[in-house]
């Protein structure tokens, strides 16, 4: 037996403390959702800005948030997001005022080189569009990730004069203890800062065991279970118990062939002829049946999308992709620019 006296946190362990701390697996399995999740969360942003962007390198990290407000005084947006199905929590996603007037000013036709220097409803409202369709890619990717079905709700934005915790939400409080998940944001010539994904910790805990849960392989070893001896065998201290030794393994199950038969073929095939109806919808909107009764020619109706954002395209009614309207010879037509997911396929299905 080795001499080195134990760490505390042996101590702490051996007397099944609790530990406020994160192992390095817990933060692996952290900056890994962050990369994967918020990976797919820039490709989803690139196509709303135009521009290349890149959510890499993140970094896990422990803190309060009166220390956070400390580190950053200056005001900044946030995007609050519940999570109300397969994780329950709540996360907050942070951006410095600057980067954020940049992603408005690109999301409402600017060149993002020089954005306004306070935003006001028209940019809030973009922002909140641009961090909605960012996260939920996110959530996609999260559920692929855990295989597990996530529902978010739509992000709720607003720029935080980073004075007090309670300003930021009611899930954080002054001494608060959080995960934060820093991201390298780069956004193509105009943005080179950081974003930061604030997590409770108790909740960024569960994320992390969940996933470690769902990575965790099973013990392949060869278990020997001993059983003890029937009555009546030979158990005396002086004498040598019978043992009998059974060997279990794991089942090896054969390779399935996922190519298609014949016959699977030939019935796909009966289907390749079915007419379906492809329609384009530029967007949507509500409007009370006073509203409806006083439109006349020349009315305008404002829908929910921005200028410029992608156009949703629909196979019998439900939606398999998006793209951006273009203009052939005297026609219109739509340039797919983004394939649903498999996952949201099936959600909008249901």
Do not use: W
């Not at 899930?171 to 010539?189: A, G, K, M, S």
């Not at 030794?245 to 190519?259: A, E, M, Y």
């Not at 006073?290 to 006349?296: F, M, R």
């Amino acid at each position: 037996m080795s001499n080195e006296m134990l760490s505390q946190e042996e101590i702490n362990a051996l007397l099944n403390e609790d530990v406020v701390e994160l192992t390095p697996v817990e933060k692996d399995a952290l900056g890994e959702i962050g990369n994967i999740a918020f990976g797919s969360g820039s490709t989803a942003l690139s196509l709303l800005l135009n521009r290349r962007v890149e959510l890499n390198t993140p970094t896990v990290a422990l803190s309060e948030m009166k220390k956070l407000i400390r580190e950053h005084p200056t005001p900044c947006v946030a995007a609050e997001v519940d999570y109300l199905k397969g994780l329950k929590g709540t996360n907050l996603l942070m951006i410095k005022m600057h980067d954020a007037a940049v992603i408005a000013d690109l999301m409402l036709g600017g060149d993002g080189i020089h954005p306004k220097v306070e935003l006001e409803e028209m940019e809030l409202s973009a922002i909140g569009e641009a961090m909605n369709q960012m996260i939920g890619k996110a959530s996609t990717s999260m559920s692929s990730l855990f295989d597990l079905r996530i529902e978010i709700a739509p992000p709720r934005t607003s720029i935080l004069a980073m004075t007090d915790a309670e300003e930021i939400s009611k899930h954080f409080t002054e001494n608060n203890l959080v995960i934060v998940i820093y991201f390298r944001l780069v956004i193509q010539d105009l943005v080179d800062s950081k974003l930061m994904l604030i997590i409770p910790y108790d909740f960024g805990r569960e994320m992390a065991k969940t996933l470690i849960r769902k990575n965790s392989p099973l013990n392949n070893d060869d278990v020997v279970q001993e059983i003890p001896p029937a009555v009546g065998g030979k158990s005396s201290g002086g004498e040598n118990m019978e043992v009998s030794k059974t060997t279990v393994r794991p089942i090896q199950f054969g390779v399935l062939n996922s190519s298609p038969t014949h016959q699977d073929t030939g019935n796909l095939n009966l289907l390749l002829d079915v007419p379906l109806e492809i329609s384009v919808e530029l967007g949507s909107t509500k409007m009370r049946i006073k509203e409806i009764l006083d439109l006349g020619i020349g009315s305008v109706i404002e829908l929910d999308r921005l200028a410029g954002e992608l156009v949703d395209i629909l196979v019998n009614g439900k939606l398999i992709a998006k793209g951006e309207v273009v203009v052939i010879d005297e026609n219109f037509g739509v340039k797919i620019t983004d394939i649903v997911s498999p996952f949201e396929r099936v959600n909008n299905l249901q």
